[in-house]
Antibody
Framework: QLQLVQSGAEVKKPGSSVKVSCKAS????????ITWVRQAPGQGLEWMGRIIAILGIANHAQKFQGRVTFTADKSTSTAYMELSGLRSEDTAVYYC????????????WGQGTLVTVSS | QSVLTQPPSASGTPGQRVTISCSGSTSNIGSNAVNWYQQLPGTAPKLLIY???QRPSGVPDRFSGSKSGTSASLAISGLQSEDEADYYC????????????FGGGTKLTVL
């Protein structure tokens, strides 16, 4: 059974960076397109971007231009999302997820990682 | 505000049929398939409907989806208490270098 297991909760200071990991098991990681979605407290889902693991090619929502980096380590079946220049508005649960092989929909989700930005 | 528009709330009594709408534009729903996700309190979202009207294995046939033009709908028949959750529509958007967009979410309350 395919699983995406994320790293634990983080507390960060404003202006710092956070790196969240997402380890895949039960499938062929190199064929995945991993995407990242965040959810601020009491708010809806917000798409951040995606990375095509086999190619290492990523794109992101314009809102995160210059602040977010997606990477994928095929040797450990782990994807990473690094967000820099943290501000209080970045406090959210960050989810990794994968697109199905057609790329048309997200079919599996990680459990989420709470990132709290506070001075 | 979200690119896809959903009503913020919906409600029904057990056994009723409820529908949740999702309105978009030609660059998203009008040219791409719509998907629906269910998020139970405190949990990650779960795929409920994909490619407009397909159900993953394990999703009851009480849940159905449809799409027409630039709008889509999720219908839940025989409403049950465990259906109380947040529901999100989502689709690819062909504008702005291809990105994925979500609706704002609809909180379904079972009265």
């Amino acid at each position: 059974q395919l699983q995406l297991v994320q790293s634990g909760a983080e507390v960060k200071k404003p202006g710092s960076s956070v790196k969240v990991s997402c380890k895949a098991s039960g499938g062929t990681f190199s064929t995945y397109t991993i995407t990242w979605v965040r959810q601020a407290p009491g708010q809806g889902l917000e798409w951040m971007g995606r990375i095509i693991a086999i190619l290492g090619i990523a794109n992101h929502a314009q809102k995160f231009q210059g602040r977010v980096t997606f990477t994928a380590d095929k040797s450990t079946s782990t994807a990473y999302m690094e967000l820099s220049g943290l501000r209080s508005e970045d406090t959210a649960v960050y989810y990794c997820a994968k697109f199905d092989n057609s790329g048309f929909y997200i079919d599996y989700w990680g459990q989420g990682t709470l990132v709290t930005v506070s001075s | 505000q979200s690119v896809l528009t959903q009503p913020p709330s919906a409600s029904g009594t057990p056994g009723q049929r409820v529908t949740i709408s999702c309105s978009g534009s030609t660059s998203n729903i009008g040219s791409n398939a719509v998907n629906w996700y269910q998020q139970l309190p405190g949990t990650a979202p779960k795929l409920l409907i994909y490619t407009n009207n397909q159900r993953p294995s394990g999703v009851p046939d009480r849940f159905s989806g449809s799409k027409s033009g630039t709008s889509a709908s999720l219908a839940i028949s025989g409403l049950q208490s465990e259906d109380e959750a947040d529901y999100y529509c989502a689709a690819w958007d062909d504008s702005l270098n291809d990105h994925w967009v979500f609706g704002g979410g609809t909180k379904l309350t079972v009265l």
